[in-house]
């Protein structure tokens, strides 16, 4: 009895250090066969800086096996963990002062209302997905464009993976191992928050919206806080922007187009418009060149108050 209400909770955990640990083989990979190919490093590191394969990862297989609420958690609770927890702590350790181009901020004040597209009908929908991705594309190809002559995307682990040289089958392994491995942990974590929903009766969307996605990127708090420490406040800036991207436009693209599921009202009337206010929020600070403490107070306890609203609302 005792190890059936353990069980959810050890699956949970140990899905989530699969994939981050597969995330980090797929990059290596990725890298390793863009090397081999000749592919520019700078382009590589700027597409690259915001991957969060655990994030698509964990949203997927919660799509196929059609639970809704944690599939889009990935997307809504995901991104705004992003901005008030990730940027406002790091902002709270480390002030950013940045001046970022208009362009990223245009970017970052349409990427959370676009998303909504997504929920047209009370499901996400292939069409929508198709303008998702699309639009993802074109976004990411202006970040790599406008970061040229000034480094607003960068990775550690971008920069780690390219100091080892790799050979075709090591490169070509370690992809296919990350992929495989990825959508291992996927499956695990979300057996485990369904089951966790099952054994503590929480609701469903609270797992989903807050408990999974802070679980599976904590990790972006250190790489939001990393490179302002280091005196590169523009590169977590433009880090995430990227990420948001990532989880918004590209994660939220895939699952409408491959395996639509059908949204509970309360992702439309309080996560979303939740995510375009707080992105917004965040957008106003960076035109206004700082993300000082107060900034960053506010944020997390926007946060508290997101999950507050969904203890109450969910």
């Known amino acids: 009895m005792i190890w059936s209400s353990v069980w959810p909770f050890v699956l949970f955990v140990v899905g989530i250090v699969v994939v981050i640990w597969a995330t980090e083989r797929l990059l290596e990979g990725l890298i390793g066969l863009a090397g081999l190919l000749r592919v520019s490093a700078f382009a590589v590191a700027a597409v690259l800086s915001g991957f969060e394969a655990e994030n698509v990862a964990v949203g997927l297989a919660a799509a196929r096996r059609e639970a809704a609420e944690l599939a889009l958690g990935t997307v809504f609770g995901g991104a705004i963990f992003l901005v008030c927890v990730a940027l406002g702590l ?3 350790l480390y002030p950013l002062r940045v001046t970022l181009p208009r362009g990223f901020l245009v970017l970052m004040a349409v990427c959370p209302v676009l ?3 997504g929920l047209i009908g009370g499901s996400t929908s292939r069409p929508a997905g198709a303008v998702l991705l699309v639009a993802f594309a074109a976004a990411i190809l202006y970040l790599v464009r406008a970061s040229r002559d000034h480094a607003f995307l960068e990775s550690e682990e971008v920069k780690e993976a390219e100091e080892e040289r790799r050979s ?3 490169a070509i392994g370690l992809t296919v191992v990350g992929l495989v491995v990825i959508a291992v942990g996927g499956e695990l974590v979300t057996r485990g928050a369904e089951g966790i929903v099952s054994v503590l009766g929480l609701s469903t969307l609270l797992v989903g919206m ?3 996605p802070a679980a599976i990127e904590i990790e972006e708090v ?5 490179p302002a420490r280091e005196g590169r406040p523009e590169v977590s800036a433009g ?3 990227g990420t948001l991207l990532y989880f918004l436009w590209f994660n939220m693209g895939l699952i409408s187009l491959f395996l639509p599921v059908r949204a509970d009202p309360l992702v439309a009337r309080l996560d ?3 995510l375009v206010g707080v992105t917004w929020l965040a957008t106003l600070f960076f035109a206004r060149g700082r993300v000082g ?3 960053g107070a506010l944020l997390v306890a926007l946060y508290v108050v997101y999950v507050v609203s969904h203890i109450a609302f969910g």
Do not use: C, D, K
């Open 115 to 117: 998303v909504g597209v």
């Open 293 to 295: 403490r107060p900034e």
């Open 272 to 274: 979303w418009p939740y």
């Open 239 to 241: 880090n995430l922007v």
């Open 222 to 226: 250190i790489r939001q806080a990393i």
């Open 210 to 212: 807050v408990v999974t």
């Open 168 to 170: 075709y089958p090591v």
């Open 90 to 92: 790091g902002a709270l």
